[in-house]
């Protein structure tokens, strides 16, 4: 059929809206008609020379939407279904089975390279050429994606379809970190560093277990204003501290350092300020692929303290999406003040908005018009 998308055709280009031949779903797929997609920082991974997904490429991974046909064998879905589309996963290695999708042995290849693990190619320009068009499962920078219906996840009838996308990833593996791995509770304390989407659906999760301590640490004031609104019962401008200052502001904050942190800015030093901060045993979970080496002092860890790796909040999608829902009707997550909507075709003033910082959280709406 015949779909409009956002296309990446090289590296440094930028984005153009391109009609796209994108097949009908095979056996175990859905089409979806896409409402509304988040566009997340790792959206641009592959503007990176020699990045695995290569260029054209349809990018987009936080996608909502319905369902607008289905292929064979699939059950629990029907055209018309409303639904979240999530990262791919096998289902069936050791890590899917035990619960942890976001490990599963073949995440890269499904995600990351941008093209279906199935070799036949599913989305072609109008000159017959291939377009990668299976990014993180899904591909949904366009009017319609296809995915497997293993990683769609149905959402009720009565919230703002839209803006759902980014519960898939960015809402997702913040507050699924807070929730499932760093597992803060009401008497807990930590400090989430880095106030974008990630770091600020981090406040929201924390705050919303009651957790006495909530710090946020980030260099701009109006972010930091923001987690303070969301829940953030402190806030740290990390604008000009060192390593060893960043980290005695937030021991003295929380009393006697944090029981758990979350980085999400990718930045060495602040991994370093984060453990630095922590209370003994405490531990750091780390979100981002990090820009360079952690140098740590020899008995940075000494006292039982860990730092350990995240993807996607480790959540189960079909699990916490609909709980995130729930939060968010209750008022305890209130996802959508991150967000700002533009039409598709403005696709290259929100990855321009989302550098400068104006724009936290950008979804695209296809077919919508300034
Ligand atoms: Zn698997
Ligand atoms: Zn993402």
């Not at 997609?37 to 503007?47: I, K, M, S, V, Y």
């Not at 369902?67 to 996963?89: E, M, R, Y």
């Not at 937030?250 to 901060?277: C, E, F, M, Q, Y």
């Amino acid at each position: 059929m015949r779909i409009q998308a956002a296309v990446l055709r090289e590296r440094g280009a930028a984005f153009k809206i391109e009609n796209v031949e994108l097949a009908e779903p095979g056996p175990g797929e859905v089409l979806v008609e896409i409402a509304g997609t988040g566009f997340c920082h790792t959206d641009l991974l592959p503007r990176t020379d020699g990045f695995m997904a290569e260029p054209p490429l349809i990018l987009g991974h936080e996608g909502a939407g319905v369902v607008a046909s289905i292929g064979t064998g699939v059950t629990g879905l029907a055209v018309g279904s409303k639904v979240v589309l999530s990262f791919d996963h096998c289902g069936a290695c050791p890590a899917c089975i035990d619960g942890h999708p976001a490990y599963c042995r073949s995440f890269w290849r499904r995600n990351m390279v941008g093209r279906s693990h199935i070799a036949e190619d599913r989305a072609h320009d109008i000159t017959g050429r291939s377009i990668g068009a299976r990014w993180f499962g899904q591909s949904s920078f366009a009017t319609h994606a296809l995915a497997e219906a293993r990683t769609v996840v149905p959402v009720p009838d009565d919230v703002p379809l839209e803006i759902l996308g980014p519960l898939a990833c960015g809402v997702l593996t913040g507050a699924g970190s807070v929730f499932r791995v760093l597992r803060v509770t009401g008497a807990a304390s930590t400090a989430i560093y880095g106030a974008g989407t990630v770091g600020l659906s981090a406040v929201m999760a924390a705050a919303s277990t009651g957790a006495e301590y909530v710090i946020a640490v980030d260099r701009h004031r109006s972010r930091l204003d923001l987690a303070l609104e969301l829940g953030a019962t402190h806030v740290v401008d990390s604008t000009g501290l060192s390593v060893a200052e960043i980290a005695n502001v937030v021991k003295a904050i929380s009393k006697n350092g944090t029981d758990t942190a979350l980085d999400t800015t990718g930045a060495p030093s602040v991994v370093a300020a984060a453990v630095a901060a922590l209370r003994p045993q405490g531990t750091v979970g780390l979100v981002s692929a990090l820009a360079g080496t952690i140098e740590l002092p020899g008995d940075a860890l000494a006292t039982g303290k860990t730092v350990t790796g995240i993807l996607e909040g480790d959540a189960v999608p079909h699990e916490l999406i609909p709980e995130l829902i729930d939060l968010w009707r209750q008022g305890r997550l209130p996802f959508d003040r991150l967000i700002r909507t533009y039409p598709m075709s403005d696709i290259n003033q929100a990855e321009a908005d989302m550098a400068s910082g104006d724009t936290i959280k950008a979804v695209l709406i296809p077919g919508a018009t300034t």
